[in-house]
């Protein structure tokens, strides 16, 4: 055995669980019981891991805040992850192209079909940040249950001498990632149910650190009024109803009246309900949204 397959034998994420060793004799009922327990105990370990993750979004907000891009860098099921997460942010914030965006080791090939040796090529993770050419004012976060992924590591390393925030998010303490980057994210969920098959509960934590990272950026950046996603980017009929209906409730108004407000500003939740709860024309409401950095709450307050 190898150095590094040793190194790889003590991860917790790599663990083999006692308690999981006859998941082949279970019933479908039981493996359903045992894997829902066993995603239960996710949440808790994101909680313990607050103190990292509070601090982590502060300055993730205040990059983007000054115009600078988040970049989630990862290989494989976390790599996944991070485009997922980077390609909803269009539609639901409404966020200008490539403001939030996503590097997977292997390229775009490797979030339908696994790119072999693409996670252990720390070269072509340098490479990935020169090509989208990462400066200080971005934030890159690196994703990686194990801690370790060359490509990853690499890549946050390179992004760190670039002048960038960088964040890295591991399934292990005391991971190589964490040594790189200027905030260290390690959130141990203990062994998979499947050894060593990280899409389970630490891809699950990925993902809810990831949720917490997007949405409360944008909340800071005003993107919501409320709980309201006052930005959304209303490009089919699911979405241009709910603005619909965000502007009636924000403005106060019908259906009908919220519509056809919207219909003359390009769907402009913001927009229309600024005019419609302050009888502004489109003109002037834009103009003291611009005044408030796009921001719907003190735009309204001066109403």
């Not at 006692?18 to 829902?36: C, F, I, R």
């Not at 989208?132 to 004012?137: C, K, Y």
Request: charged fraction near 20%.
């Amino acid at each position: 055995m190898s150095p590094t397959d040793t190194d790889l034998a003590a991860l917790v994420t790599e663990a083999d669980d006692p308690q999981y060793a006859h998941l082949d004799s279970l019933s479908v009922a039981d493996l359903a019981e045992l894997m829902n327990d066993a995603d239960g105990t996710v949440a808790f370990s994101v909680r313990q891991a607050l103190p990292q993750i509070i601090p982590a979004i502060e300055a993730a907000a205040t990059r983007l805040a000054a115009g600078g891009r988040m970049i989630y860098v990862g290989a494989g099921t976390a790599g996944r992850i991070g485009v997922l997460d980077a390609a909803e942010c269009l539609p639901t914030f409404n966020v200008w192209p490539g403001q939030v965006q996503a590097v997977i080791a292997g390229g775009p090939p490797a979030i339908l079909t696994p790119v072999e040796g693409a996670e252990d090529d720390g070269q072509a993770g340098r490479s990935a940040v020169d090509a989208i050419d990462v400066g200080p004012a971005d934030v890159v976060l690196g994703l990686a249950s194990s801690g370790r992924t060359p490509y990853v590591v690499a890549a946050l390393d390179r992004a760190g001498q670039r002048g960038a925030v960088t964040i890295g998010l591991s399934g292990n303490a005391d991971a190589k990632l964490s040594q790189v980057v200027d905030y260290a994210i390690e959130i141990e969920v203990g062994p998979e149910v499947i050894a060593g098959s990280t899409r389970l509960k630490a891809g699950t934590a990925q993902k809810m650190v990831l949720n917490m990272f997007s949405t409360i950026t944008m909340i800071q950046l005003g993107k919501t009024y409320g709980n309201l996603m006052v930005d959304v980017r209303a490009t089919n009929h699911k979405l241009r109803d709910r603005a619909c209906r965000i502007v009636a409730t924000i403005a106060h108004v019908p259906l009908d009246q919220a519509a056809d407000t919207l219909a003359t500003v390009d769907y402009d939740v913001k927009l229309a309900s600024l005019m419609l709860a302050s009888g502004l024309d489109a003109a002037t409401a834009s103009q003291r949204l611009a005044a408030t950095g796009g921001r719907l709450r003190p735009a309204l307050e001066e109403a």
